[in-house]
């Protein structure tokens, strides 16, 4: 029941996610809001509430679940095994934002990885000087100068902006768990859901005691941490508490 649940937010997921590019595509008000980031901070809220309820009533119990039984070494092993899986988009990124070298040194590290690393479960290319980057098709947009536009929460997906939603849609379709089938990449697609919500389960826990406004603190943490993404670290401000693990 659970996992027939999962399954059903994510297909829904991912058609809001086509219908909304489709509106934001052949809306008028496509700009950069300059003056105001948010400016749909009303309709944001609802679904920022909505979100919450989903977490706190499905999402948060399972990842606690998920910790609790599982041994720290596998959890890290399922986690490094997702992150590897990651790399295809980083290097395709790579390659669209004319970064050849990084592209050829991510390669290296998606090889090694899979290969000494068994299928990504262990990370040997760290150590070795190989150190990971993130790249993602709405960066790629910000580097061809596509203006970010206006904050947007999505339903169960979280921040976004319409920028990133085109590029959200870009990356779900690159991955290599879309190229599965349907049984497997629905079994991949949860376990990946819940080790994600698990590894932010102590940020939620101090973000949950700290912020005066919640919505707020996400808001600005998201908009600085991509904006800093795109820019390669250039005036990146350091944040405690990385709430929907924007790497």
Known sequence: MMSFTFVKLMSFSRQLLQILFVILAFSPNQ????????????INRIIFEFNEIV??????????GYKYVTPDPIEKG??????????VNTIANDILQLKFQQAGQDSLRFLINSTIGVFGLFD?????????????????LGFWGIPDG?????????????????GTI??????PVEQLHHEERQVLRIIDIVDTRAK???????????????????????????ESLIRDGENEEEFEIDVYGVE
């Open 31 to 42: 700009v950069h809001a300059d003056e105001d980031d948010d400016p749909l901070e009303p």
């Open 55 to 64: 977490d706190d009533n499905i999402l948060e119990p399972v990842a606690k």
């Open 78 to 87: 399922v986690s490094n095994f997702f992150s590897n899986l990651g790399e």
């Open 124 to 140: 040997v290319a760290t150590p070795m000087g190989l150190s990971k980057n993130k790249e993602d098709f709405g960066q790629t």
């Open 150 to 166: 206006p904050y947007l929460v999505l339903p169960f997906l979280g921040p976004s902006s319409f920028r990133d939603v085109p």
């Open 170 to 175: 870009v990356d779900y379709e690159m991955s």
């Open 200 to 226: 932010l389960l102590r940020a939620t826990k101090i973000l949950d005691t700290a912020a005066k406004d919640k919505y707020i603190f996400i808001r600005e943490s998201y908009l600085q941490k991509r």
